[in-house]
């Protein structure tokens, strides 16, 4: 009898867990809704890779199951004529028999891939009611050349570029909120400095190069301010430089630590950043708001760094747990923390993408590094450079 | 003393040099950057307040190979260990006896953890062993830092035994 109610415990707590998980992955893709494509029509080269690219951006979206029958259905075509794409995009309520999207669009032909990610950012605004991520940009790191230098690509992947050819070390990549510029730190004088790209033009100008070392250069939400780390004072410390008056304000001390990647929470009243005024070699995340009040936000792990608060107050971040960098996500006023990158290898360097349900970051294979698109929401990452070279320090363009 | 103090002289009538020479390379001189700071504290750290904040030998040094090891550290430790205190002294004898020098101490970790904490590291690593050298009697005009963080492993493997190897601050004297 004994043995039995031992038994009948294993089996009910075997079943209390399965299900568990098995609801999760029920309600994530229950939360999808079905959208069908198979009827849109295309002609010409460009045409396909528009077509191409439109169905992966919305597979990948995260938001929409491709099955039949469907919800919702995509119809029209998409011509390349004399290198002009025009596209003829109608989205259909099945259910309601209403249509909730119906526009022609045209561009010129060598700009398929980009329409494509406009035009379904225009779909999942349709049906969903919010902005999409796939006419999104990136900026990273790659080392293809043999010298580490910043470059950018879609939110796909595709439309890789070059932006620098510094032929040196280029680190810490951070778009402006406003997405017309690009911070990063380099070594194009023999020192770490932080530079500011102009990212239409291209220009560059130097932001800082105080002695020691200038790195993490992150423009606050109302573009006035730039957070930094230097070490002009001794240690590494957080500063905050205004772009108006030039002031240079002070926010750490701590001489016995360091300090490195400090981010700005939505509304630019706090920020985050790395310390290990806790012990050397237990780097963790802390929060300081205006008055200068510091707290600490991570407990475990043996290390946590690379924080990134996202416009949904949420902040990513990569942990070493078990051997493994993970990413993880907390939330800073309950403290709640969850993994959001499988186990299968190390995930590190998050940049939170402007839906607040993905993630890029960086994913270990070998001795280098890709740049995958993680979802917070369950569906499988996504690599986004597979490229040769190693891809690192991903930062996703808000705007 | 008094011989002490034209060393000193010559150090500065060097410096003054280096930051004319840097003008030539660099357009502008961007020493001050228009940054004005705040926290009262300028010049405790990488490099003095004495060169206005240029960095020392900046498009005019020569690197000299002084033969000086390079310090090793423990796992995420900026701490200057007994055993490789030797190595900061024989830096600081070579200084002593070679007037007219100045030594960039580069900073550099190992392959795990972020790229930006492994910076911050670097340079704490590089402090350590300023600190050391200027408590040897070393004058700060004559030491900067530089931090590499894990852009620059010695070793390529990735391994502890590398790993260890790539953990270090590198002795780069310049005259």
């Keep these: ?399 | 003393m008094n011989t002490r103090f034209a060393v000193s002289m010559i150090l500065v009538g060097a410096m003054a040099f280096s930051m004319t020479g840097c003008k030539g390379l660099f357009g502008k001189k961007k020493s001050s950057e228009g940054l004005t700071d705040v926290s009262g504290m300028t010049g405790q750290g990488g490099l003095d307040v004495q060169n206005g904040g240029t960095r020392i030998g900046e498009g005019v040094g020569q690197v000299v190979n002084a033969q000086l090891s390079a310090v090793q550290f423990a796992f995420d430790s900026a701490l200057v260990d007994d055993t490789e205190r030797a190595k900061t002294e024989a830096a600081a004898s070579y200084l002593k006896a070679n007037a007219g020098t100045f030594v960039t101490l580069e900073g550099h970790c190992d392959e795990r953890g972020s790229a930006e904490y492994n910076m911050s590291l670097g340079e704490r690593r590089a402090q350590a062993v300023r600190t050391y050298l200027m408590n040897l009697g070393i004058d700060s005009t004559r030491i900067q830092t530089k931090s590499f963080g894990f852009e620059k492993p010695k070793d390529p493997g990735h391994d502890e035994k590398a790993w260890s190897i790539n953990r270090r601050v590198e002795f780069v004297v310049m005259k």
């Excluded at chain 1, 098995?22 to 079905?34: F, H, L």
């Excluded at chain 1, 630590?257 to 290990?276: F, H, K, L, N, R």
């Excluded at chain 1, 450079?385 to 930062?395: E, I, Q």
């Design chain 1, 1 to 399: 009898m004994k043995t039995i109610l031992c038994y009948s415990l294993v089996a009910l707590t075997l079943a209390s867990t399965a299900p568990a998980q098995e609801v999760r992955v029920i309600k994530a893709s229950g939360s999808k809704t079905s959208l069908d494509l198979s009827a849109y029509g295309a002609a010409g080269a460009n045409g396909f890779v528009f077509r191409q690219t439109l169905t992966s951006d919305l597979e990948h979206c995260g938001w929409f199951s491709m099955i039949r029958p469907a919800t919702f259905t995509v119809t029209g075509s998409c011509h390349d004529n004399a290198g002009t794409l025009t596209v003829d995009c109608q989205v259909l309520n099945v259910l309601k028999s209403s249509a909730v999207l119906s526009k022609t669009y045209t561009d010129s032909s060598a700009n398929a891939r980009q329409l494509a990610h406009k035009v379904a950012d225009d779909i999942i605004m349709a049906i969903k009611g919010f902005r999409g991520i796939c006419s999104g940009r990136i900026v990273m790191i790659g080392n293809g050349t043999g010298n580490k230098e910043l470059y950018t690509c879609d939110a796909d992947g595709g439309n890789l570029r070059q932006l620098t050819h510094d032929k040196s070390i280029s680190l810490a990549p951070r778009w402006s909120p406003d997405g017309s510029k690009i911070v990063y730190t380099s070594f194009l004088k023999g020192f770490a400095d932080i530079y500011m790209i102009e990212a239409a033009s291209g220009k560059r100008s130097v932001v800082s190069r105080s002695p020691g070392i200038n790195m993490a250069g992150a423009i606050s939400p109302g573009g006035g301010e730039m957070l930094m780390v230097l070490s002009k004072d001794g240690n590494p410390e957080v500063y905050s430089k205004s772009f108006g008056s030039g002031q240079l304000t002070r926010l750490t001390r701590t001489p016995r630590a360091g300090e490195a990647s400090p981010t700005w929470s939505p509304d630019g009243s706090q920020i985050a950043y790395v310390s290990d005024m806790a012990g050397a070699g237990s780097p963790n995340l802390y929060i300081m708001d205006r008055s200068g009040t510091s707290r600490r936000l991570t407990s475990r792990g043996k290390e946590n760094i690379d924080p990134d608060w996202g416009a949904n107050n949420l902040i990513a971040f990569s942990s070493r747990r078990g051997g493994l960098y993970s990413i993880f996500v907390i939330n800073p006023a309950t403290m709640e923390e969850r993994q959001v990158s499988p186990s299968d290898a190390s995930y590190e360097d998050p940049s939170w993408a402007s839906d607040g349900r993905h993630l890029v970051c960086t994913k270990r294979e070998g001795h280098g590094t890709r740049i995958y698109l993680l979802d917070t929401m369950g569906d499988a990452p996504v690599c986004l450079t597979p490229y040769s070279g190693s891809w690192s320090a991903p930062s996703w363009c808000a705007k």
